[in-house]
């Protein structure tokens, strides 16, 4: 499971308990905040622990911190797409499925979590690079299962390459997010995705009863 | 010009150059280093300037100097990306473009300095976002310009907004960019790459001659 790759030492119920209060304080200044801003002091002050509690939990400070918290929102991410990701099989799915992504990222503006965190995250070094890519993979997998379901009921192209397709499709939704963090504009995410369905699904397919 | 919209308050030819100077060496730390981890002592240490001088030509600190490495890196890839942006018109130039946006990206691995400053320095607010989404702005027209020649030269899909495939082609770098950022691999990138031009680009074009 992600959300214990990271999880130092948690040997007491009261013990998970004060981790999962710091990521969940960290994660809501982050929301707020942005990676940038939200310093160990915040996190402190909102979470009601102290600096040395904090390293207790999170030695390696910081970085492990952040790989925390971006284990806690793709939890998050999962939880609330997974309804949608795991009915992906017609084009009225993914009609559904891309409205769902755009809205959730306008509505979350310039701190939607997962794609901060992704985008920061990752260039910490080795140890988060493996938690994101795991998580790319996870998303992709979810997304590649869906490409192969819909083509299998002849509403997709049964000539696409399901995986790398899956690779274009969260590409384009981490290339919207990352537009929709530098502008505050959700265009580019809803143009990417629409080109990525106009060529995925078969345009002739027959509506479904 | 992009170059000086953010210029501070430059008299002489010596403040130009020191202000250059101190841009310089903040654009050298975040490819080093990422945008996180440089500091404005960094940039001090490196330029030989001081904390005083610096804010002298950037009042507004860390975020303005920002603005300046971005415009910096965004003038230093459009003049490395003009050649191959200036003659987009065919399935070969398309070709050649791809390939050295992917060689780009993969040499400069995690530290693709504009991908990391769009991504990072709109999140700073209303007047960043102005810079950046100017900076997207650019570079998507740059691309439907290539789109609409190809288009007339026969060679990609004449049924596609040239102005939302440019969006979608934008977005796909910007998002293999930020997954290589993320898990220091350029297969996203590739993978998104490829996914538009196929879709873009006619199979049964006639070879150019």
Chains 1, 2 share one sequence.
Do not use: N
């Amino acid at each position: 499971m992600y959300r214990q790759v990271q999880s130092g030492g948690v040997a007491t119920a009261k013990g998970a308990a004060t981790r999962r209060r710091i990521v969940e304080a960290a994660a809501a200044e982050i929301r707020e905040r942005g990676t940038l801003a939200t310093t160990l002091d915040d996190v402190c002050r909102r979470s009601g622990t102290g600096k040395s509690q904090l390293f207790h939990y999170f030695p390696r400070g910081r970085e492990q911190l952040l790989l925390a918290v971006t284990e806690l929102e793709a939890g998050r991410v999962f939880d609330d797409q997974g309804p949608y990701l795991d009915g992906l099989d017609s084009r009225a799915a993914w009609a559904d499925w891309r409205d769902t992504v755009v809205r959730t990222c306008r509505d979350r503006g310039p701190h939607c979590p997962l794609g901060v965190l992704i985008a920061d995250v990752g260039r910490y070094g080795p140890a988060a690079q493996t938690v994101t890519a795991q998580l790319v993979r996870r998303w992709q997998a979810a997304i590649r299962v869906g490409i192969e379901a819909t083509q299998a009921a002849g509403e997709a192209d049964p000539a696409l390459d399901a995986d790398r397709t899956a690779a274009a499709v969260v590409t384009a939704v981490q290339g919207g997010v990352s537009v929709l963090l530098s502008t505050g504009s959700a265009d580019h995410l809803e143009a990417a995705l629409d080109f990525c369905l106009d060529r995925l699904l078969l345009a002739d397919a027959p509506e479904r009863t």
